[in-house]
């Protein structure tokens, strides 16, 4: 069963405007999530992050914003550059579940078209 | 900044061939892990090890087996290689298995088995 789903497997967004990727858990215990960004033939890297204490972690361009109640995070770019074509990848951790290894989602492919 | 390193880009090996895919870090990490990548599937843990010497298995161990003799070093064997077991293969590493501690990834090994 997945435990994080990430249901949009792409998504395509016009060059300055906001791209939006989503991602839904279910496991209650998870209190950390975790944005990975990834090129093909590279391997991911670490975007941003929020804790389960915030409902918001900005870093430039990047927004997560959490909502606990609907077990949903989002991760906003704003504005979206062709350089932000990539794999996204949502995960999540917690010491109640996962031995706390990182559970990804399947990703979602942003194109960002000039 | 940490650096993980996987020994090859691409490998091309034969169905029934024993395959070694090497991976090492730079920064006294104690945590070390290996992951597929497919498409449409996310990323998949196989094995993870939490100190030298030590080792765990993940989602999808079946067909796979690891070595961790120095703290560095986490290697993956693929015992009898299977057409099925085309993929990207990643390597991570983090510090300690602290929620939210950030996974450093290799640039990944693609494997193409015959």
């Known amino acids: 069963d997945q435990q994080v789903k990430q249901n949009s497997p792409s998504l395509s967004v016009q060059e300055g405007r906001i791209s939006i990727l989503n991602c839904d858990y279910t496991n209650s215990m998870f209190d950390y999530f975790l944005w990975y960004k990834k090129y093909p033939a590279e391997g991911p890297t670490f975007l941003i992050s929020?804790?389960?204490?915030?409902d918001k972690n900005e870093d430039g361009r990047f927004t997560v914003f959490l909502n606990k109640s609907a077990k949903h995070l989002s991760l906003h770019i704003v504005p979206s550059q062709p350089g932000d074509s990539a794999v996204y990848f949502c995960?999540?951790?917690?010491?109640?579940?996962?031995?706390?290894?990182?559970?990804f989602g399947k990703g979602t492919k942003l194109s960002v078209k000039p | 900044d940490v650096k993980v390193t996987q020994s090859s880009r691409y490998l091309v090996k034969r169905t029934g061939e024993k395959v070694f895919l090497e991976c090492v870090q730079d920064m006294d990490h104690e945590n070390m892990f290996w992951y597929r990548q497919d498409p449409g599937l996310g990323l998949r843990l196989i094995y993870f090890?939490?100190?030298?010497?030590?080792?765990e298995k993940g989602d999808i161990p079946e067909g796979y087996s690891v070595s961790r003799e120095k703290k560095e070093r986490f290697s993956l064997i693929l015992e009898s290689a299977s057409t099925n077991q085309t993929s990207m293969y990643l390597c991570?590493?983090?510090?300690?298995?602290?929620?939210?501690?950030?996974?450093?990834f290799g640039s990944g090994t693609q494997l193409s088995v015959l």
């Open positions: 991570a590493s983090r510090y300690r298995p602290n929620p939210g501690e950030k996974l450093f």
């Open positions: 995960a999540a951790t917690g010491y109640g579940g996962s031995q706390g290894n990182l559970i």
């Open positions: 090890s939490y100190d030298v010497k030590m080792k």
């Open positions: 929020i804790s389960s204490i915030k």
